[in-house]
């Protein structure tokens, strides 16, 4: 699970990916980008076993981000960006090998025993000082839950919020969706911490808490048994952005990169998003 808090004009999360991708290979590779060249190809990528990709994640891997704790089935969000991203670089299914290393071991100096890791790593500057990050292939959503009991619980659409009762951690990108986006006729409530804003929302101060999509998931299915999400909201702010994780120096940041800006500029990561991360999963788009 990433960490929380998360961190003006609005637009959509698709546009906003492909700007951010677009710069990250200068900021995170240490080796040329590769884009004009011919060497991300799997005959010319050197692995850690030649022939083979070897992707990482945590155990276990959680849904949405994985399904049944299997990332080699392909199912969930992130086992589908992985198989996207080893087939453009050339590989098969059956050329990928999955791993399992803890978030906080993944994150660590040193050498790493896979070539790319995928676990809702945010990239930071203080964790680019020990590894390296692909391009962003996801850029985090703010997201409204509420309990099934609250009357907006079901709904849809900005507007229907605006009447609600909402609240979020102080300083938040959280808050600035609220302030910017769903603009309340009722004062939102601030809280010093999330586990604040979670008391209030099931004492029934809070009609609704916004808090970033990852972190929604986590509420909804591990903590507060009677809390749904209502939907996501549009991009605002700066939003967190999620990279694949490389060994530090490792001469395949460059093409990993790449070709993370290339499904997003197709649009692949977007469908990707809506296929594992919107309806189907309980997280809908408000709009």
């Given at each position: 699970m990433a960490s929380t808090p998360r961190i003006a004009a609005i637009t959509t999360a698709g546009a906003v990916l492909f700007a951010v991708t677009a710069c990250a290979p200068q900021e995170n590779t240490a080796s040329p980008d590769p884009a004009g060249q011919a060497a991300c190809t799997k005959e010319n990528l050197q692995t850690r076993t030649p022939g083979t990709l070897t992707i990482a994640t945590d155990e276990p891997a959680y849904q949405p981000w994985f399904v049944d704790n299997k990332p080699d089935n392909g199912e969930g969000f992130e086992s589908a960006v992985a198989y996207a991203v080893a087939e453009k670089l050339g590989y098969t299914r059956e050329e990928v090998t999955w791993t399992r290393v803890k978030f906080d071991a993944a994150i660590a100096p040193g050498p790493k025993t896979f070539d790319f890791d995928i676990n809702q790593f945010s990239i930071t500057d203080e964790r680019k000082q020990a590894v390296d990050f692909s391009a962003p292939y996801y850029l985090v959503r703010q997201t409204v839950i509420a309990l099934k009991s609250s009357k907006i619980a079901g709904k849809t659409s900005l507007a229907d919020l605006k009447g609600a009762?909402?609240?979020?951690?102080?300083?938040?990108?959280s808050y600035q969706a609220i302030t910017d986006l769903i603009q309340p006729t009722t004062q939102p409530q601030v809280?010093?911490?999330?586990?604040?804003?979670?008391k209030a929302l099931q004492n029934g101060q809070l009609d609704g808490l916004v808090v970033d999509l990852?972190?929604?998931?986590?509420?909804?299915?591990?903590?507060?048994?009677?809390?749904v999400i209502v939907g996501q909201l549009p991009q605002v702010g700066v939003p967190e952005a999620f990279g694949l994780l490389l060994d530090k120096g490792s001469p395949l940041t460059g093409c990993v990169s790449k070709v993370v800006g290339e499904l997003a500029s197709t649009g692949g990561l977007k469908q990707l998003e809506e296929k594992w991360l919107a309806q189907s999963a309980g997280a809908p788009e408000l709009t």
């Open positions: 009762k909402l609240g979020a951690q102080v300083g938040t990108t809280y010093n911490s999330n586990d604040d804003a979670k990852p972190t929604a998931f986590y509420i909804t299915g591990a903590e507060i048994d009677d809390a």
